[in-house]
């Protein structure tokens, strides 16, 4: 089974506004971490933001945040203020125990910010 | 974060040669991490490289095919042998860091090799 699913494959967005890329995961275990990358044109993945399970509080990094629902098992990721910068292939990834370093990434979404 | 320095950053090859690719790391990690990326495909882990061990391999990938060196702390080397243009991807490493603040542990990546088998 799919464990970390991003069921849009492309969005775009104004210059300045914000824009909301969807991620569900599935899981058993009680302890897992939540990871949001940032891969441009040029091939690198950049890490953006980290949600842990029992983190109380969302994330929030700059201009990223990362909405987490637990019950509804999603870690959807906000960027606020888009820039053309911005314009990229986003990936969710779920880490399923502490002790685990296994990443599991969902497909990714392109991000195309438009001015 | 880390520094990571990945070498060559992309290269085209005739099929049936090999290729291997360095990974640099500024300071030293228990851990390094090689991934594969085909073409509008997501992230898939190949193998993890330990150092002063053999690499583990993820189920659909060989040592054979992916031979991995890790001879000291802060470098390893992947490489793709005997390609076909099935192997055109790009191949990035990773290493593992602990990050201040809430986060724990944190995989960061290096630029990526583009590998392009003719």
């Known amino acids: 089974a799919q464990k970390i699913t991003q069921t849009q494959p492309g969005m775009f967005v104004q210059e300045k506004e914000a824009v909301t890329l969807d991620c569900t995961y599935d899981?058993?275990?009680?302890?897992?971490?939540l990871f949001w990358y940032k891969q441009p044109s040029s091939g690198e993945m950049i890490f953006l933001i980290y949600?842990?399970?029992?983190?109380?509080q969302n994330a929030t990094e700059g201009r990223y945040s990362l909405n987490f629902q637990k019950a509804r098992k999603s870690a959807n990721l906000v960027i606020s203020a888009s820039q053309l910068g911005d314009s990229a292939m986003y990936f969710c990834?779920?880490?399923?125990?502490?002790?685990?370093?296994?990443?599991?990434f969902g497909a990714g979404t392109t991000v195309t910010v438009r001015a | 974060s880390a520094v990571i320095s990945q070498k060559p950053s992309r290269d085209i090859c005739q099929r049936g040669t090999s290729l291997t690719i360095q990974c640099q790391v500024d300071?030293?990690?228990?851990?390094m991490f090689w991934y594969r990326q085909q073409p509008g495909q997501s992230l898939t882990l190949i193998a993890t490289?330990?150092?002063?061990?053999?690499?583990?391999?993820e189920s659909g990938f060989v040592i054979d095919k992916f031979p991995i060196s890790r001879p000291n702390l802060t470098f390893s080397t992947l490489t793709v042998s005997n390609m076909s243009p099935e192997d055109s991807s790009i191949y990035l490493c990773?290493?593992?860091?602990?990050?201040?603040?809430?986060?724990?542990?944190?995989?960061?990546f290096g630029a990526g090799t583009r590998l392009s088998v003719l």
């Open positions: 990773s290493v593992e860091r602990t990050s201040g603040g809430r986060a724990k542990n944190i995989q960061y």
């Open positions: 899981t058993s275990d009680q302890s897992y971490g």
């Open positions: 949600q842990g399970s029992y983190d109380e």
């Open positions: 990834a779920m880490r399923e125990a502490p002790n685990d370093y296994k990443l599991s």
């Open positions: 300071s030293q990690v228990t851990m």
């Open positions: 490289a330990n150092q002063g061990s053999e690499a583990t391999y």
